[in-house]
């Protein structure tokens, strides 16, 4: 079945360290990849859309200048959290749909834990 | 968007049958009802989705109630690796935007 592979599994850094996240679908192309937050016991939030080939679209009180998105294959995204802080300590969650039918499923990474010291 | 309940946890016995039961009183006539499933630190992964009739695979069934309103996720034989959380979430006919997940039903299974 489809697989969306995101990387690393989890990252321990220091304050102002900027990180990457890559998220690759590895048997579909996907134009469009969704990009999540989880907080401990909180359920998923979409923080943006991933789109190829142009700019990302992000939810209302997500930084866009702290959170950078490039989607520039049909397989790749990567979030970029710039300069990060204590308070972006969580578990980032990348997805993407296989096709154009109706009602496709999404498909989930694994998760990335990520931990600012 | 049409919003759906589920309880907030549910217990189980492993090899057990576990029926986890979702409301979504709103929902349209193109809002198909997808159950998305999340085991602990990792990222979800779709269980089974249906529009109007009850669904199989080889995950679990899908009951969907004649009026739509309620829908219920049933797990046949429960083993513990089906601890996880579960949500129920609609979609709409074709859409291929981001799901909106709840809080889910954190279901616990018991050796």
């Known amino acids: 079945g489809a697989v969306v592979s995101q990387h690393p599994s989890w990252v321990i850094c220091k304050s102002g360290t900027s990180v990457k996240i890559e998220c690759r679908s590895l048997?579909?192309?996907?134009?469009?990849m969704f990009w999540y937050r989880q907080f401990p016991k909180q359920s998923l939030m979409l923080m943006a859309t991933?789109?190829?080939?142009?700019?990302?679209?992000?939810e209302q009180g997500v930084e866009k200048d702290k959170f950078l998105i490039n989607h520039a294959s049909l397989t790749l995204s990567t979030l970029t959290v710039t300069s990060a802080h204590p308070e972006d300590s969580s578990f980032y969650i990348c997805?993407?749909?296989?096709?154009?039918?109706?009602?496709?499923?999404?498909?989930f990474g694994d998760g990335t834990r990520l931990s600012i010291l | 968007d049409a919003k759906t309940t589920q309880p907030n946890s549910m217990e189980s016995n492993e090899e057990e049958p576990v029926h986890l039961p979702c409301n979504h009183s709103?929902?349209?006539?193109?809002?198909?009802i997808h159950w998305y499933r999340q085991l602990p630190s990792q990222g979800p992964e779709y269980v089974i989705h249906?529009?109007?009739s009850n669904v199989n695979n080889r995950m679990a069934s899908l009951a969907i109630a004649e009026d739509r309103k309620s829908s219920t996720l049933i797990l046949h034989r429960a083993t513990l690796r089906d601890a996880a959380v579960y949500y129920c979430?609609?979609?709409?006919?074709?859409?291929?935007?981001?799901?909106?997940f709840g809080k889910g039903t954190k279901l616990s299974v018991k050796p």
């Open positions: 997805s993407a749909g296989s096709g154009t039918g109706t009602n496709q499923p999404q498909h």
């Open positions: 048997d579909f192309q996907a134009t469009t």
């Open positions: 991933s789109n190829e080939g142009s700019k990302a679209t992000y």
């Open positions: 709103t929902i349209s006539g193109t809002d198909y």
């Open positions: 249906g529009l109007t």
């Open positions: 979430i609609l979609r709409k006919a074709g859409s291929q935007g981001n799901l909106i």
